[in-house]
T-cell receptor, first 116, second 111 residues
């Protein structure tokens, strides 16, 4: 089945530094990938839609200059949390789906970010 | 895309069937029903989807009412490893798709 690989699985960084999270579709091409953030005991909150070869579309309230998204190829999207603060600590999840119309989303295993 | 309503929590005895309901009363004709689940601290996992016919795969069965306003995900023989949050999502085919998640149903399977 379709596999989405997300790396790293967990990262601890100091306040003020930047962290890059990678999301790869291993056996299919994904023109669109989605980035979510999940706080404890809450549902997934969509942050942005990543489109290959064009700018990402951000949800309301998500700062595009803080959460930089790059989707340079059909199999790779990256999310960079810039100048991280403790309140950015969260579980970040990416997903992708194949180009077929009713294909389901396939999710990475998430990245646990802790900012100290 | 239409919204969905699910009970916040359910529990089930191991080995018994788990029946998880979802209401999607505003679903339109070209919208599919998708189910995912999320085990603690993992990414969500796709389970099954359907349009109007009942569907079955190796993980679960999906029963969609004739008017398509609700559906039920059935785990026929629940195991402890099925403890997870289950999300029901309605998605239209074609056009732009913005996948958003509600709060889902937290299923606890107990011994």
């Amino acid at each position: 089945g379709a596999v989405v690989s997300q790396h790293p699985s967990r990262v601890i960084c100091k306040s003020g530094t930047s962290v890059k999270i990678e999301c790869r579709s291993l056996d299919f091409q994904a023109t669109t990938m989605f980035w979510y953030r999940q706080f404890p005991k809450q549902s997934l909150m969509l942050m942005a839609t990543s489109n290959e070869g064009s700018k990402a579309t951000y949800e309301q309230g998500v700062e595009k200059d803080k959460f930089l998204i790059n989707h340079a190829s059909l199999t790779l999207s990256t999310l960079t949390v810039t100048s991280a603060h403790p309140e950015d600590s969260s579980f970040y999840i990416c997903s992708a789906n194949k180009a077929q119309n009713n294909s389901p989303l396939h999710f990475g295993n998430g990245t646990r970010l802790t900012v100290t | 895309d239409a919204k969905t309503t699910q009970p916040p929590s359910m529990d089930c005895a191991e080995g018994r069937a788990a029946n998880l309901p979802c209401n999607h009363s505003t679903i339109s004709g070209n919208e599919y029903v998708y189910w995912y689940r999320q085990i603690h601290s993992q990414g969500p996992q796709y389970i099954i989807h359907g349009l109007k016919n009942n569907e079955t795969n190796e993980m679960a069965s999906l029963i969609i009412t004739e008017d398509r306003k609700s559906s039920t995900l059935i785990l026929p023989h629940a195991t402890l490893r099925d403890t997870a949050v289950y999300y029901c999502i309605v998605r239209s085919i074609g056009g732009s798709y913005i996948p958003t998640f509600g709060r889902g149903t937290s299923l606890i399977v107990h011994p």
